[in-house]
């Protein structure tokens, strides 16, 4: 399998080139030359195997040139320390006996070091991207360069806190995310790891990170240094590929529980931002898992869902703080690879499109291209106070604990099927503990957070609802905070510099 650009032709790479460089010189994506496809007969296989060996067989469709050994072994050392025996769970929430055809797979993905969606593939990522280093025979040290609305940032740091050969520095916006999440970045140890708060949101973060990336005097200047530019986000093709895993996962747990046969339709709803998560959710549709709709979730920072619903992108609007921060993007970067594959790899077309977003901070795609994404896509977005409400309504119901973020994801799912009459079964990404967002969580449950901090709001949340707080979180009290750099967004470039000759 090779890989190729989203906006130029490029001699096509492996994967272990991909996943070291990242980004495409060109600043585009690179995505794979073709995706691979799985027979019913093959998702059948997955059933009797665990996690890691699904996620093996899986990424082998992709990463050719890796050997099933080696990603055996990745696979296995990446979930060893997930503290579920399932490493992503599945909870399934039906209202009664009698509502059993339509029921909802809550995909629990954040059993992980840090809590979030992001271990299940950022635990592997700095395996695959050593042994690419191995395969590669590349000598020079990897900085590995992140911007985060909340949950990547620590997830990478964790992955790459002293991996041999690396580096890792991770902007997060200043005040943009939640306090939990900015503990447990902050307090980060590791003599390669470096943490900078940015004053601006994460768009802003983004944006700079990709600058610094296709600035090619930046590359210059680090190369004396020996010293070259990768990524840890979603733009990383060796992010995004794991995450395809788990939707196949779950479907073959719906099997499991006798919520569904073989064949049967589903469909799939993600709380979405950058667009990442989603978009391995249509890899798994295009490589034959039966998704019938993928349900596209987002906040009150809704663009993703107006792009759907008119065929225009538009950024130019006003950006809200929210109580699901990790959402709180108006750039989604991985929606370029979407509309590569849905152009038919037209790269001057995306090139426009990207073009016109950088220039002018929207572009519009024509009504062929928007009836194909209709085929695929729905979209809808929760407000504030129906994400609080969703919340209460799913304890009071179920007496099951849901963040901020999967209660988006619930809320919308709730939406379409009233819209739409598809009782088909669901599968739900649940992407965050709820421990990590215990003010907006304990106030939706109509406790007063009034006076207390946000490490006692564990305390109490667990207290309230008897649910056991995960370890890494309980343990954030203790933590010694060790980076306190903060940067103009204007200045990352120099942060990262700084950081790469020391």
């Known amino acids: 399998m090779k890989y190729i650009s989203t906006r130029s032709k490029i001699e096509p790479i492996n994967s272990a080139q991909a996943i070291l460089q990242g980004l495409s010189a060109d600043g585009g994506l690179f995505v794979p030359e073709e995706i691979p496809k799985l027979t019913l007969q093959e998702i059948e296989k997955l059933i009797d195997m665990n996690y890691s060996k699904r996620a093996a067989t899986i990424l082998q469709k992709f990463l050719t040139d890796y050997t099933e050994i080696e990603l055996g072994e990745c696979t296995e050392l990446a979930y060893d320390k997930f503290d579920s025996m399932l490493k992503v769970p599945l909870s399934i929430l039906v209202k009664d006996a009698k509502n059993t055809k339509s029921p909802v797979g809550v995909m629990e993905l954040w059993h992980g070091p840090t809590s979030a969606f992001k271990d299940v593939a950022l635990q592997i990522l700095p395996r ?31 992955g790459f806190a002293d991996v041999p050969q690396t580096k890792i520095i991770v902007f997060y916006p200043d005040g943009g995310v939640s306090k939990i999440q900015r503990l447990q970045m902050v307090t980060q140890i590791g003599k ?43 733009i990383n093709w060796g992010r995004l590929a794991p995450q395809i895993v788990y939707y196949f996962s779950s479907y073959v747990e719906m099997i499991k529980s006798d919520q569904i046969k073989l064949g049967d339709k589903v469909n799939a709803v993600v709380p979405t931002g950058n667009f990442g998560n989603i978009l391995a959710a249509y890899y798994a549709k295009k490589m034959g898992l039966p998704i019938k709709t993928l349900i596209c979730a987002s906040n009150k920072n809704h663009v993703l869902t107006d792009f759907f619903k008119t065929g225009v992108y538009n950024r130019n609007r006003d950006f809200y703080k929210t109580i699901t921060p990790s959402m709180d993007i108006l750039i989604s970067s991985n929606l370029e690879r979407l509309l590569y594959h849905e152009t038919g790899g037209d790269i001057e077309r995306v090139k426009s499109f990207m073009k016109n977003l950088n220039e002018t901070g929207k572009y ?91 490490l006692k709001q564990l305390d109490e949340l667990s207290f309230f609802t008897q649910k056991r707080i995960p370890i890494n979180l309980a343990t954030l009290k203790d933590a010694k905070i060790l980076h306190e750099n903060i940067c103009g967004k204007n200045e990352m470039a120099k942060e990262v510099l700084k950081f790469a000759a020391n």
Do not use: C
């Open 192 to 234: 390669n790891v470096n943490v900078t708060a940015v004053r601006g949101n994460f768009d802003d973060a983004q944006t700079g990170v990709k600058n610094i990336f296709s600035d090619e005097k930046i590359r210059e200047e680090l190369a004396k240094s020996n010293v070259k530019l990768s990524s840890a986000n979603s």
């Open 128 to 158: 695959l991207m050593s042994l690419a280093l191995k395969k590669t025979g590349e000598t020079k040290e990897i900085l590995i360069l992140v911007a985060t609305s909340g949950d990547t940032g620590k997830a990478a740091l964790a």
């Open 364 to 454: 519009k795609i024509d009504n062929p291209l928007k009836k194909k994404l209709d085929k695929i896509f729905y979209a809808d977005y929760a407000t504030e106070e129906e994400t609080a409400e969703t919340i209460k309504n799913i304890y009071d119901n179920f007496g099951y604990l849901i963040d901020t973020h999967t209660a988006v994801a619930l809320s919308v799912t709730g939406k379409y099927r009233g819209k739409t009459k598809d009782m088909l079964p669901v599968i739900a990404a649940s992407t965050a503990s709820p421990f990590k967002f215990t003010s907006s969580v304990l106030t939706a449950l109509g406790k007063s957070v009034e006076g207390i901090d946000d």
